[in-house]
Structures are given as C-alpha cells and as structure tokens.
T-cell receptor, first 108, second 120 residues
Framework: ENVLTQSPGTLSLSPGERATLSCRAS???????LAWHQHKPGQAPRLLIY???TRATGIPDRFSGSGSGTDFTLTITRLEPEDFAVYYC?????????FGQGTKLETK | DVQLVESGGGLVQPGGSLRLSCATS????????MNWVRQAPGKGLEWISY?????????LYADSVKGRFTISRDNAESSLYLHMNSLRDEDTAVYFC????????????WGQGTLVSVFS
C-alpha cells in the first residue's frame, strides 16, 4: 500500500496569503496519478487537481499543483474566505487508492 | 449537473448487515467506474471499493473491508450499491459514493454521504 503523508497537519493563514501544502508518498506514484480534493464540513468533497497538476473543471487558477514521483505540492495563491477547508491528496496509480490524512487550512 | 445521492445508512449492531445505495443522475452512469469512500468520526478519507463500468469485470476493495463488503451496480437504474456484512465498530463512518473518471481510481465527483453507526 502506498502511504501518503501530508504536512503540515494544520495551516493557519489569513485571506490574501499564499498556502503551500505538501504530500509525500512512500512509493513512487505511477504516471503521477496524484489528485487533490477539498472537503468542507457537511459538504461533498470536491476534486481540485488531478494528474498532479491539472485543474479540474471550474477550479479557479489560484489553485495549482506540482511535483512528481513521491513529492507533491498544492499551492493556493491569494487565499479567499471560501478556501478554508481540509485538503486531501489521493493517489490513484495503484490499488488501494489511498488518501493522505489531510491538511486543515484554518483562518489565522 | 452530476448528482450522487446516498441512502441506506443507519444504526446497526456489530455483526449485522446493511445495504447502501447511491442514486445518480446528470451523466451516463454506465460509462463510468464508481467508488465508495468513507470517513470515520474525526478521521480522514479512506477509499474502500471500486467497480468498473460495463462489463463489471473489476471490483477492488481495501483490505479493511475485503471479504465483508460487496460493491455492485445497476446500470439500468443508474445506481451503485454497497452490501456490508459482519459490521464492526470500526466501520462507523460517513460513506460517500464517488464517480470515477478516465483513470481508474480517480474520483471526479462526490456525494454528500450517508452515516453508518455500528454499536451494541
């Protein structure tokens, strides 16, 4: 099983600031099949990024993904109030399709 | 719009069974693989099962549910199911139905979830 470790566990920032979230895999993710999902309490999660760097339909360009192999990053430039949520990375290169434990992005 | 609506959650005793359903609309259900993902209280997301589109030859499971849970689908009804047997306390979670995409395991849309509580 490919274990994904996200850091930090919690990130405290203010609107307008830049957020950098990390996801490290225990094994190389084939084809860079790494996605990022956003989850707000009581809501359905939402796909943000797939293939490590491709934005999903309708996702604003302040969200960007980068990385390859085992190290990946989600960057949110100019945080908006609606961006404060929990973010999960997920690898879909091999079954089981594991998630990281999440990074909570909270308002400072 | 893509819609995924889960139902069938509730309270069940350890060792019991439950069947979750996911009604879908807004896309050609028969063309997409489908997943179940769960979230235990205070925990993160855990992928638990996948079934591919026609002709249903691929069903995958996390080790935590293998042999106890069965995923199935009815393309005529545009519905996904999760049959859960031998339920344990640690199966308590919100269960999400999630649509796949061009790559197996990539989740492109999520439902809002249904809560399963296992306790004696």
């Amino acid at each position: 099983e490919n274990v994904l470790t996200q850091s930090p566990g919690t990130l405290s920032l203010s609107p307008g600031e830049r957020a950098t979230l990390s996801c490290r895999a225990s094994q190389t993710i084939s084809n860079n099949f790494l996605a990022w999902h956003q989850h707000k309490p009581g809501q359905a999660p939402r796909l943000l990024i797939y293939g490590a760097s491709t934005r999903a339909t309708g996702i604003p360009d302040r969200f960007s993904g980068s990385g390859s192999g085992t190290d990946f990053t989600l960057t949110i430039t100019r945080l908006e109030p609606e961006d404060f949520a929990v973010y999960y990375c997920q690898q879909y290169g091999s079954s089981p399709y594991t998630f990281g434990q999440g990074t909570k992005l909270e308002t400072k | 719009d893509v819609q995924l609506v889960e139902s069938g959650g509730g309270l069940v005793q350890p060792g019991g069974s439950l069947r979750l359903s996911c009604a879908t609309s807004g896309f050609d259900f028969s063309s997409y693989g489908m997943n179940w993902v769960r979230q235990a209280p205070g925990k993160g997301l855990e992928w638990i099962s996948y079934i591919n589109s026609h002709p249903f030859t691929t069903m995958l499971y996390a080790d935590s549910v293998k042999g106890r849970f069965t995923i199935s689908r009815d393309n005529a009804e545009s519905s996904l199911y999760l049959h859960m047997n031998s339920l344990r306390d640690e199966d308590t979670a919100v269960y999400f139905c999630a649509r796949g995409s061009m790559a197996r395991g990539l989740i492109s849309y999520w439902g809002q979830g249904t809560l399963v509580s296992v306790f004696s």
